[in-house]
């Protein structure tokens, strides 16, 4: 009768704070009121000039003033961001694909993917604006240059890090290629290519700003590069330092996107998501 009872009785609530869901958007918050509060406390009490470094108050402020201009950068930004995004991820993806097939041509090809990922974009970027003469598919190709090496690194990697016994047992039963890789390969790089996802996605958006400011396209079709720009021309700082909240609040929403898309692929199967430590 114990034993039932105990069985019966419903399971111990856990506080509302030490739930892991809202420690992992409380924490981080706090830690950023902090950071503002010590940032506003020393440019009010050692008197800083806004030219210098504008408090956070007069950083919204100016957000908030400048929005309508501010904003439309943050979309042509953020359009050149997906773009080289997704380019990237469906080429990092096939040549992964091609590497697998055969180890020679990993060996012969590899070295060339090192070489894109360590050669400064500022380099090449005029070079790739000259020979494409459409300017945002041209910076589309820059940044997509950034962002392409971790997802050839990871979904390779994961491609290649399968269950022996697994391996095997397919070619035991006679698989054939594509059985092996839509069976047994691709799901074993799922997290290998998620976490490549994670890390693209910022490099991506680091592409645009790059390959903006290279470009030094202005006007009303100018993303947040030049709008950086030009407040450093007028002086005008705190419209500076409100485009980079805007690219660093940008980066954060493509990880935190990542990081829902894995937990939605990976959620259901896979330790790294289902573990609460």
Not at 104 to 117: K, M, N, S
Not at 152 to 170: C, E, H, K, V, W
Request: with cysteine; glycine share 6%.
């Amino acid at each position: 009768m114990s034993a039932v009872a105990s069985r019966s009785r419903p399971a111990a609530r856990v506080p509302f704070l030490q739930q892991p869901r809202v420690q992992r958007v409380f924490y981080p918050v706090m830690v950023g009121v902090v950071l503002v509060a010590i940032w506003q406390g020393l440019v009010t009490g050692m008197e800083l000039p806004p030219y210098l470094v504008p408090s956070p108050y007069l950083m919204m402020e100016t957000l908030i003033k400048d929005w309508v201009p501010l904003g439309n950068a943050l979309l042509v930004t953020l359009k050149i961001t997906v773009l080289s995004f997704v380019l990237a991820t469906v080429a990092g993806v096939l040549i992964s694909f091609l590497f697998v097939q055969s180890k020679r041509i990993e060996t012969a090809l590899f070295p060339y993917a090192v070489l894109l990922q360590v050669t400064p974009i500022v380099a090449v970027a005029p070079l790739i604006i000259i020979w494409v003469k459409n300017p945002v598919a041209a910076m589309t190709v820059c940044a997509a240059l950034v962002a392409l090496f971790p997802i050839i690194a990871n979904t390779t990697l994961g491609l290649r890090s399968i269950d022996p016994d697994l391996q095997s047992y397919f070619k035991l039963n006679r698989a054939s290629r594509w059985q092996q890789l839509v069976r047994l390969r691709i799901p074993s790089a799922l997290p290998y290519f998620f976490g490549g996802l994670r890390i693209s996605s910022g490099l991506a958006l680091i592409g645009a700003v790059v390959a903006e400011f290279v470009a030094g396209t202005g006007g009303s079709g100018a993303g947040l590069a030049y709008q950086i720009l030009q407040a450093g021309f007028q002086l005008n700082i705190p419209r500076m330092f409100a485009a980079l909240l805007l690219i660093s609040l940008t980066g954060v929403g493509l990880f935190v996107l990542m990081a829902w898309l894995s937990k939605l692929a990976l959620g259901s199967w896979h330790a790294s998501e289902i573990s609460q430590d």
